[in-house]
């Protein structure tokens, strides 16, 4: 078990939505340096913004098409 940790971490990158970083992102960093020492806090984390095809935000329930 103690290998399995090793290999994983510190995470090199956390992703996750904008609109989540008061949440997934925010949880995920105070859990982490609360825990676990330094050398083994995430490295980087992103927020992605929305999708766009054609310059258009791309729907999530039509994902060949963009939104209205």
Same mark, same amino acid.
């Given at each position: 078990?103690?290998?399995?940790?090793?290999?994983?971490?510190?995470?090199?990158?956390?992703?996750?939505?904008?609109?989540?970083?008061?949440?997934?992102?925010?949880?995920?960093?105070? &859990?982490?340096?609360?825990? +676990?020492?330094?050398? /083994?806090?995430? @490295?980087?984390?992103? #927020? &992605?913004?929305?999708?766009? +095809?054609?310059?258009? /935000?791309?729907? @999530?329930?039509?994902? #060949?098409?963009?939104?209205?």
């Amino acid at each position: 078990m103690r290998h399995e940790f090793e290999f994983s971490y510190p995470i090199d990158l956390r992703c996750s939505r904008k609109d989540q970083i008061t949440n997934h992102l925010t949880f995920c960093l105070f &859990n982490h340096t609360a825990v +676990l020492p330094k050398d /083994k806090w995430p @490295r980087s984390m992103r #927020a &992605n913004g929305h999708l766009m +095809l054609n310059s258009n /935000k791309k729907c @999530r329930k039509t994902p #060949a098409t963009s939104c209205p």
